[in-house]
Antibody, heavy 123, light 107 residues
Framework: EVQLLESGGGLVHPGGSLRLSCADSRFTFSNYAMNWVRQAPGKGLEWVSAISGSGDNTYYTDSVKGRFTISRDNSKNTLYLQMNSLRAEDTAVYYC????????????????WGQGTQVTVSS | DIQMTQSPSTLSASVGDRVTITCRASQTIGTWLAWYQQKPGKAPKLLMVDVSSLESGVPSRFSGSGSGTEFTLTISSLQPDDFATYYCQQYKSYSLTFGQGTKVEIK
């Protein structure tokens, strides 16, 4: 059974950086494209970024392009989100979420989710 | 980006009621639509993909329909465990987008 576990959240000042991680050793991690989805306090869900199983292809929502970088280390079964130039509007719970497929070029629904990690951007 | 609009935003219902949530896309998405259920403090749970294909373990009282730009999620007989917020999501193209959510609360 898939059990994704995020870490790395916390409180950061505007303009600061944070790196989130998401790991799961219970499935063949490299076989699946992965995503980050966030949820601001009291708000709905917002997709942030996707990466193919190989890591060769990445996708971003416009508001984070140039500031966030998604990556993965399949040898460690770990997904990352490097977040730079953080803004107050980036404050949210960040979930990693799995596609049921290897490729990210044909997106799908998210069939497994982590429990989320809180990111708070505030001075 | 494709905008997804759900209605209503909040729905008050009783156990046993038939409940319908509507999701509209700003442009045609074919059948590239998923539904999720989210309870407070928890991660979303995938209910169905491709408009109407139930995920394993999802009760048959949940059903989906529609194509193009208008879609519905129906719960045939609301159960206590179903009180939650529901989101639709299109995956026809990036940027992937969700509806704003429909909270199903106890009447």
């Amino acid at each position: 059974e898939v059990q994704l576990l995020e870490s790395g959240g916390g409180l950061v000042h505007p303009g600061g950086s944070l790196r989130l991680s998401c790991a799961d050793s219970r499935f063949t991690f490299s076989n699946y494209a992965m995503n980050w989805v966030r949820q601001a306090p009291g708000k709905g869900l917002e997709w942030v970024s996707a990466i193919s199983g190989s890591g060769d292809n990445t996708y971003y929502t416009d508001s984070v392009k140039g500031r966030f970088t998604i990556s993965r280390d399949n040898s460690k079964n770990t997904l990352y989100l490097q977040m730079n130039s953080l803004r107050a509007e980036d404050t949210a719970v960040y979930y990693c979420a799995k596609f049921p497929t290897f490729v990210a070029s044909i997106p799908r629904g998210f069939d497994s989710w982590g429990q989320g990690t809180q990111v708070t951007v505030s001075s | 980006d494709i905008q997804m609009t759900q209605s209503p935003s909040t729905l008050s219902a009783s156990v046993g009621d038939r409940v319908t949530i509507t999701c509209r896309a700003s442009q045609t998405i074919g059948t590239w639509l998923a539904w999720y259920q989210q309870k407070p403090g928890k991660a979303p749970k995938l209910l169905m993909v491709d408009v109407s294909s139930l995920e394993s373990g999802v009760p048959s009282r949940f059903s989906g329909s529609g194509s193009g730009t208008e879609f519905t999620l129906t719960i045939s007989s609301l159960q206590p465990d179903d009180f939650a917020t529901y989101y639709c999501q299109q995956y026809k193209s990036y940027s992937l987008t969700f509806g704003q959510g429909t909270k199903v609360e106890i009447k």
